[in-house]
């Protein structure tokens, strides 16, 4: 069965610290990964994604990704904190092999961002 | 460029009553999802759409009711709404090829806020 995990329901940084989000999957084929931020009271929007190739993928606002395939790990990282990065953050997959046509979604990261 | 959009954004049922919630998208993609978000949680997919007259449940369809007459629309049908279904929301779509494995990302609207009293 394809699963997402954010283990962290909260990550607490201070600006101008790097952060990471955690997420962790679980697909019978080759993962297609995204990331999305949620403002409050907005839409998510697409922050990066892998699909294939170079297993560091940057994306808007700063952002980057690195899949590692061993550890089933697609974690999210930013060098420098920003206040207005404190979002909730969502990792989804989407399994190549089977049930092709959904996106998984993990269950959040809210992000806090001290000044 | 609109993209996704979604009305009503706010709308306040009774027990009982039913209403549509719309979605239509310019972007000429094929897939369209519905998933709701309940406070503090994920998102959970309702149905989803691979192109028009193409419709398949989600995780949790029981109360809802799509359909998919054209590429743009995709309106979620809610009968008899019950409690359990005050929720945001959200639309969303995307452009795949499963030939060539193509897959875009997920494009959001901003979301619909019911709730049911």
């Known amino acids: 069965a394809q699963s997402v995990a954010q283990p962290e329901d909260q990550v607490n940084v201070a600006e101008g610290n790097p952060l990471t989000v955690k997420c962790t999957y679980s697909v019978s084929g080759n993962p297609y990964l995204f990331w999305y931020v949620q403002y409050p009271n907005r839409g998510l929007q697409f922050l990066l994604k892998y699909i294939t190739g170079d297993n560091l993928v940057k994306g808007s606002y700063g952002f980057e990704a690195e899949f590692n395939k061993s550890q089933t790990s697609f974690h999210l990282k930013k060098p420098s904190a920003l206040v207005s990065d404190s979002a909730l953050y969502f990792c989804a997959v989407r399994d190549s092999r089977n049930n092709f046509n959904k996106f998984y979604f993990g269950s959040g990261t809210k992000l806090n961002v001290k000044p | 460029n609109a993209g996704v959009t979604q009305t009503p954004k706010f709308r306040i049922l009774k027990i009982g009553q039913s209403m549509t919630l719309q979605c239509t998208q310019d972007m000429n993609h094929n897939y369209m999802y519905w998933y709701r978000q309940d406070p503090g949680m994920g998102l959970k997919l309702i149905y989803y759409?691979?192109?028009?007259?193409?419709?398949d449940k989600g995780e949790v369809p029981n109360g809802y009711n799509v359909s998919r007459s054209t590429t743009e629309d995709f309106p979620l049908r809610l009968e008899l709404a019950a409690p359990s279904q005050t929720s945001v929301y959200f639309c969303?779509?995307?452009?795949?090829?499963?030939?060539?494995?193509?897959?875009?990302?997920?494009?959001f609207g901003e979301g619909s806020r019911l709730t049911v009293l």
């Open positions: 759409s691979v192109g028009a007259g193409i419709t």
């Open positions: 969303a779509s995307s452009y795949s090829r499963g030939v060539a494995r193509v897959t875009g990302e997920l494009f």
